[in-house]
């Protein structure tokens, strides 16, 4: 500790409300102190102005192992004619003013720091030769604390500063939607730091995005409505609708990208509508329209703020996403437990098949169920689970009553409303509606997982529509380069069965894994012609099974399972049919467009449009992909197919080349 006296009177208890001006002398100086701090402050150092010395002091401070903060000026006779005098004190100088209590405030009541050290430096200005200085004129560094070791002092708010480039590069990280620890692990990496010794911490950086939040609620919205109209004039085909108040305020506001709609047009079939997110910007609700592509991946399709969770505020979202959509409705919606959405999906989508994302509402059982079941809440969870998976109405039914009876759960408000609800969310009751695997976890967790990416953005409101299409942009582009992956793979033929080397053709690699999952059941069952159709059962059973219908001259085959109306694979159950009957190939019927390789039907695809070019490819591709399959059969055939594609590509060779075919030629290559 280092004590420093300007003179004898000095050693008493200074007090920092003295304003006497006696100037020490060097010669009365007597410094005693621990330190391996060379620039120790003086009586009479001298400074050209006040802040070089308060820099000079800080500095000091900082090697001591505390921080310093300015205290009082004063002028020539107390007040007024210019500053003449300052004080630099501890950060820990002073003690808490006590707030007079106020029953319309409430309090908020920060912890301090301040203890009432009299550590301190004075500087006084002086003129000579007519050249104004400032000299230290009193300095104490007794601390009535403990001082702080280097690699805690740099955690004192004086010390933790994020300079202008820094805040522009977290900015941009912000726009990207990566999270602030991220964030700081990549700054770091930049600057050659070890972890947690930038020059400012998680808590700074969080403080930082919060201030451009920080932005009048009617300023957001009409900078957000700009920037929809900014976007809308660069793109024709970006699409937005918004309502507002009686008085002129924004009260809701839906959009939807080019992109987004062009995939709703084929895989709109099945929809999940998350309302359970809130922006923080202006502490609205916000609702994401996402669903599944062709190869399994999550795929955006709109955006809604609204400024209350009521029906009024749900027909709305849900009529402004019908027109953005041409007012195509989805056969199937997921949505969170929401009754007043439930009601406004019955009013705008009649059509549309309701049910209760699973996810949604597993989540809250550990709130709902675990103090109530203690112990038994795992084996009642496992049992849950059982009840959710069952295939027959009455079975559900009969199997939760047993489970009410067993669990003591009559009288439990949350099993009512599950049971009152259940066909909503339990699967006996959802199997004959169409939900693109939707219903399971692993797509659960995707979904969210995409959903997350753009949430965690951290900017203002009004740049959030361009980020959430950054986002979205950058989900395709990831997508496509799945895609390409998955296509570049070599698909392994698990059954040798004509049925999956057609399959393997026509679907893309993430729907034939589930088709080839069933083919390779299949062998494991076997099927009993009765009077209205086959029955279909496991070989080891006796008792059971499925019973399949199968029409083979109208190519039309149902199982009373249900997994081709849920998911659009076939079941091994009616695969095990149609193997039986000798057929070599799924009808096409069985195939739907929304699992090929081709994404649009074929008179789409046939479109004379430059956007076309790519699916024409790709529809080439998958034909000559199925030419070799189906030519390798035999010698005689493929003898044929070598002959007629010499023929063709002759014919080919002789057409002419346009430029903007070999500029699409090429991109096509690069992506294969």
């Excluded at 621990?34 to 500095?59: Q, S």
């Excluded at 957000?224 to 970006?238: A, G, S, T, Y």
């Excluded at 209760?356 to 550990?366: D, E, G, N, S």
Aim: net charge neutral; aromatic share 10%; charged share 25%.
């Amino acid at each position: 500790m280092m004590e420093i006296y300007g003179d004898t009177s000095d050693q008493r208890s200074l007090s920092l409300d003295d304003t006497s001006s006696t100037e020490e002398s060097p010669d009365q100086t007597r410094l005693s102190l621990e330190t391996t701090n060379e620039a120790v402050p003086y009586i009479g150092l001298r400074f050209h102005n006040h802040d070089a010395a308060y820099e000079f002091y800080a500095e000091f401070a900082k090697g001591c192992g505390f921080s310093i903060r300015r205290h009082r000026t004063e002028g020539k006779d107390g007040v007024g004619k210019g500053l003449t005098r300052r004080y630099f004190v501890c950060h820990r100088a002073g003690n808490t003013p006590v707030k007079a209590a106020n029953d319309n405030k409430p309090q908020r009541n920060r912890k301090s720091s301040r203890c009432g050290c009299q550590a301190y430096m004075r500087i006084s200005k002086t003129t000579e030769l007519g050249v104004p200085e400032w000299r230290v004129t009193g300095f104490t560094n007794h601390h009535n604390h403990e001082l702080l070791e280097p690699n805690q002092v740099r955690f004192l708010p004086a010390y933790r500063s994020i300079s202008d480039a820094d805040k522009s590069r977290i900015i941009m990280f912000a726009k990207t939607g990566i999270s602030v620890q991220q964030m700081l692990r990549l700054m770091e990496l930049e600057k050659g730091v070890e972890p947690g010794y930038l020059p400012f911490t998680e808590k700074d950086v969080r403080n930082l995005l919060q201030s451009f939040r920080k932005v009048d609620p009617e300023d957001e919205s009409i900078d957000l409505l700009r920037m929809c109209r900014n976007i809308k004039e660069k793109d024709p085909n970006f699409k937005y609708d918004f309502s507002l108040d009686s008085n002129n305020r924004l009260e809701n506001i839906a959009w939807s990208y080019a992109s987004s709609i062009q995939s709703y047009d084929i895989f709109g079939d099945a929809v999940v509508f998350d309302t359970t997110h809130r922006l923080t910007a202006l502490d609205m609700p916000l609702g994401i329209w996402v669903g599944v592509n062709n190869y399994g991946m999550p795929c955006f399709f709109g955006c809604v703020l609204l400024r209350e969770e009521t029906l009024r505020s749900y027909s709305w979202a849900l009529k402004a996403f019908l027109a953005f959509m041409n007012g195509k409705a989805p056969q199937t919606v997921l949505t969170d437990q929401n009754m007043c959405l439930k009601e406004a999906i019955n009013l705008e989508m009649p059509t549309t098949k309701h049910a209760l994302c699973i996810w949604l509402v597993v989540a809250k059982y550990p709130s709902w169920f675990n103090a109530v079941l203690g112990e038994r809440y795992n084996e009642w969870k496992a049992e849950f689970n059982r009840l959710y998976n069952l295939e027959s109405m009455e079975d559900f039914e009969l199997g939760w009553r047993d489970m009410v009876n067993s669990f003591g759960l009559h009288t439990n408000r949350h099993i009512a409303s599950l049971f009152s609800l259940r066909s909503l969310w339990a699967l006996p009751y959802l199997r004959s509606h169409f939900f693109a695997g939707m219903t399971t976890t692993s797509h659960s967790k995707s979904i969210n997982a995409f959903i997350q990416r753009f949430l965690s953005a951290q900017t203002r409101l009004a740049h959030f529509v361009e980020q959430v299409a950054v986002t979205v942009d950058f989900k395709d582009q990831t997508g496509e380069q799945q895609t390409m992956q998955q296509n570049l793979q070599n698909i392994c033929l698990k059954t040798g069965a004509p049925m999956e080397a057609h399959a393997a053709t026509v679907l893309t690699p993430f729907a034939f894994s589930k088709l080839q999952e069933q083919l390779v059941l299949a062998a494991h069952y076997a099927s009993f012609q009765v009077e209205d159709g086959f029955l279909v059962r496991h070989h080891t059973k006796l008792e059971g099974g499925r019973k399949v219908y199968w029409v083979p001259r109208e190519g039309i085959i149902s199982c009373s399972c249900h997994q081709f109306e849920f998911s659009g694979i076939l079941c091994r159950h009616a695969l095990r049919v149609l193997s039986t009957g000798n057929c070599f190939q799924i009808p096409e019927r069985y195939l739907p467009h929304r699992w090929r390789r081709i994404s649009t039907p074929a008179t789409k695809v046939l479109q004379n449009t430059q956007s076309d070019h790519t699916e024409r490819v790709q529809l080439l591709q998958s034909m000559v992909s199925t030419l070799v399959t189906e030519s390798a059969k035999s010698r005689e055939r493929l003898d044929i197919a070598t002959e007629n594609v010499s023929i063709l590509l002759s014919r080919i060779r002789e057409q002419p080349i346009c430029s903007q075919g070999i500029r699409d030629l090429s991109s096509n290559q690069r992506n294969l």
